[in-house]
Antibody, heavy 121, light 113 residues
Framework: QVQLVESGGGVVQPGRSLRVSCAAS????????MHWVRQAPGKGLEWVAV????????YYTDSVKGRFTISRDNSENTLYLQLNSLRAEDTAVYYC??????????????WGQGTLVTVSS | DIVMTQTPLSLSVTPGQPASISCKSS????????????LNWYVQRSGQPPQLLIY???NRFSGVPDNFSVSGSGTDFTLKISRVEAEDVGIYYC?????????FGQGTKVEIK
């Protein structure tokens, strides 16, 4: 069965960096576009970024452009999100989610359990 | 960006009674070139990640019971639960995937009376 398991969250000071990961199993990872979605405590869902099946294209929401980088290692079936220049408003649970096709289009059919990133001094 | 607006933001329903959630988008989510409606619905139960309920406008995802349905078109959609049960408690989100950045509605919290 499809499984997505995030890791790497934690407490980090403002301005510092963190990398979160998403280990995928139960499907052909290299055939799907993948997403990161975040949820601040007690708030709604916010789409963050998408990466195509082969890593050739990546797109971001404006608030993270230039600070966050989505990447993937298809040989390791792992999705990454590098978070740089972190701000208090980046505090959230970060979910990885699978897109419906190789560009990540249409809908997100499976989600991980999420990893909490807390930005605080 | 496409703005998604849900109403109401909360709903308290007697078990066995119906419930409806409205989702309006700032532009049409129907792409004529492929005939798809780029609207999806998710439910997030307490402490859990979101789960896909309805995809491409009107299609129930695998395992979703048939008491969930969607009506509407273009910019106005309504998620209907024909008979609310205890396990339907959660926050329901609509989401558009027509245009990046993908955007969600604010969420509608469904509770049992």
């Amino acid at each position: 069965q499809v499984q997505l398991v995030e890791s790497g969250g934690g407490v980090v000071q403002p301005g510092r960096s963190l990398r979160v990961s998403c280990a995928a199993s139960g499907f052909t990872f290299s055939s799907y576009g993948m997403h990161w979605v975040r949820q601040a405590p007690g708030k709604g869902l916010e789409w963050v970024a998408v990466i195509w099946f082969d890593g050739s294209n990546r797109y971001y929401t404006d608030s993270v452009k230039g600070r966050f980088t989505i990447s993937r290692d298809n040989s390791e079936n792992t999705l990454y999100l590098q978070l740089n220049s972190l701000r208090a408003e980046d505090t959230a649970v970060y979910y990885c989610a699978r897109g419906q096709n190789k560009y990540g289009s249409y809908y997100f059919d499976y989600w991980g359990q999420g990893t909490l990133v807390t930005v605080s001094s | 960006d496409i703005v998604m607006t849900q109403t109401p933001l909360s709903l308290s329903v007697t078990p066995g009674q119906p419930a409806s959630i409205s989702c309006k988008s700032s532009q049409s989510l129907l792409l004529h070139s492929d005939g798809r409606t780029y609207l999806n619905w998710y439910v997030q139960r307490s402490g859990q990640p979101p789960q896909l309920l309805i995809y491409e406008g009107f299609n129930r995802f695998s395992g979703v019971p048939d008491n969930f349905s969607v009506s509407g078109s273009g910019t106005d959609f309504t998620l209907k639960i024909s008979r609310v049960e205890a396990e339907d408690v959660g926050i329901y989100y609509c989401m558009q995937t027509l245009q990046i950045p993908y955007t969600f509605g604010q969420g509608t919290k469904v509770e049992i009376k």
